[in-house]
């Protein structure tokens, strides 16, 4: 079965003038046009609210995380569902990255459509049509992809689908914790698994071990849980479970959400399974980073990580929103022209960074006093003092805490040079 190539020029997608964050265009247009149009955030050249990308800090946290797996000697999976946008995608692989990291086999269509051809995808692969659609990127011999298997039941299902399509199926045995969400919590779960692989020799193939730490808090219970995993995928190797994947390619063993990549690498480096093994880290919100939740966890792996206090430098955050003062209707209080149609909330509210008036030189930073204390669907509350120099009108930057959730509210996204220029703008598929 052939793959239709519905849009594969990562470098030059197409973008529509009824997303909103752009500037003024009459008609869709290659992204390589936009260089041309000269726009300018300080020019007020885009519409507000929209979400911006600085260039130069995403390529410092690209190269940041591909000299942190190279000191290690690990590979790179980036998570892709934290941006769906396939021009980081070839960023990241232009970078270094060994595959992509997804989460569904929508989002794994997307990758393929794009030029993206090894593929994690970090979730059991359940649904006919799911599954038909991950048979038909099959088709296409050079497409690496595995996904996972926590379920005799779930094996059997891939194995009758995949036997009915004549095609082998690539998967790894995930481990759980008590209390997680998905993998196999213990050696009953885990040899009914072991046991439904064996069943479908012919299409089903057991290329690795997963597991997912995030769902831990402690780091003594993290090391654990991936200690558990390196003697599973030991034994596994003892036991010839891996004999056909290590006939072709490296066992995989892979973990590491954006948190506790540090630790991961940490436990995993060391495995010696007598096979040639793959190590494969897959954070997803490095590139972009942000001043929440993953600059505490980043804190944190500066502080306990050899490796990452060697390099002396750190992640920047390198995605910000933009939005208008709309209006000042009593002491105190500023209502922006943002709301959670445009900007992640769940772990957060957008902290105002940067201050701009019209006509000004140049951003200056926030006083420390202001802040968000509340969000509506297009309306934020920003809290400040009277007398402060604010008028309607003028241009604040928020800074954002986890970006999955504020990718997900954009189309396009414009990339900015350190004038403010759009050099670029990048196109998600959510």
């Known amino acids: 079965m052939n793959v239709t190539n519905y849009h594969t020029d990562t470098a030059n997608p197409i973008i529509d003038p009824l997303n909103k964050g752009l500037g003024a265009f009459q008609q869709a247009l290659p992204a390589t046009d936009v260089k041309a149009l000269n726009w300018n955030l300080l020019h007020e050249d885009l519409s507000l609210p929209t979400a911006v990308l600085y260039e130069e800090r995403m390529t410092h946290n690209l190269q940041w995380m591909q000299q942190f797996v190279t000191e290690y000697g690990v590979k790179l999976a980036p998570h892709g569902k934290t941006t769906m946008a396939p021009k980081l995608f070839a960023h990241q692989l232009a970078g270094g990255a060994w595959g992509i990291t997804l989460a569904t086999a929508h989002q794994t269509r997307v990758a393929y459509q794009h030029g993206v051809r090894r593929v994690i995808m970090a979730n059991q692969l359940v649904g006919k049509q799911n599954m038909a659609i991950i048979s038909d990127l099959l088709a296409d011999l050079s497409f690496d992809f595995c996904c996972l298997v926590d379920s005799a039941d779930g094996v059997d299902q891939l194995g009758a689908f995949f036997k009915g399509r004549n095609q082998k199926l690539n998967v790894l045995l995930e481990l759980g914790a008590d209390g997680g969400r998905t993998g196999v919590r213990n050696a009953e779960q885990q040899t009914a698994v072991l046991d439904a692989i064996a069943r479908w020799p012919d299409h089903i193939v057991l290329a690795g071990v997963e597991l997912y730490e995030g769902v831990l808090k402690e780091e003594a219970d993290i090391r654990s849980f991936l200690q558990h995993a390196v003697a599973c995928?030991?034994?596994?190797?003892?036991?010839?479970?891996?004999?056909?994947?290590?006939?072709?390619?490296?066992?995989?063993?892979?973990?590491?959400?954006?948190?506790?990549?540090?630790?991961?690498?940490?436990?995993?480096?060391?495995?010696?399974?007598?096979?040639?093994?793959?190590?494969?880290?897959?954070?997803?919100?490095?590139?972009?980073?942000?001043?929440?939740?993953?600059?505490?966890?980043?804190?944190?792996?500066?502080?306990?990580?050899?490796?990452?206090?060697?390099?002396?430098?750190?992640?920047?955050?390198?995605?910000?929103?933009?939005?208008?003062?709309?209006?000042?209707?009593?002491?105190?209080?500023?209502?922006?022209?943002?709301?959670?149609?445009?900007?992640?909330?769940?772990?957060?509210?957008?902290?105002?960074?940067?201050?701009?008036?019209?006509?000004?030189?140049?951003?200056?930073?926030?006083?420390?006093?202001?802040?968000?204390?509340?969000?509506?669907?297009?309306?934020?509350?920003?809290?400040?003092?009277?007398?402060d120099d604010i008028k309607v009108g003028d241009m604040i930057g928020f800074d954002i805490s986890h970006p999955c959730l504020t990718f997900d509210k954009w189309r396009h996204i414009a990339v900015l040079n350190p004038q403010h220029e759009v050099v670029d703008v990048i196109q998600t598929f959510f």
């Open 233 to 387: 995928t030991k034994q596994l190797a003892k036991d010839g479970r891996f004999a056909e994947r290590a006939a072709r390619q490296p066992v995989i063993l892979t973990g590491a959400g954006s948190a506790w990549y540090d630790v991961v690498a940490d436990e995993f480096v060391k495995t010696d399974i007598g096979l040639p093994l793959d190590v494969v880290l897959r954070p997803g919100c490095y590139l972009t980073h942000d001043v929440g939740i993953y600059r505490a966890a980043q804190a944190q792996i500066q502080t306990r990580n050899p490796i990452a206090r060697k390099m002396r430098t750190e992640l920047l955050p390198a995605l910000q929103l933009w939005a208008y003062v709309q209006s000042i209707p009593e002491t105190g209080k500023a209502i922006i022209a943002l709301g959670k149609r445009d900007a992640a909330f769940d772990a957060g509210l957008p902290l105002p960074a940067a201050h701009y008036r019209p006509g000004s030189i140049a951003p200056t930073a926030t006083p420390a006093h202001w802040q968000l204390t509340g969000m509506m669907d297009q309306h934020a509350y920003l809290q400040i003092n009277a007398g």
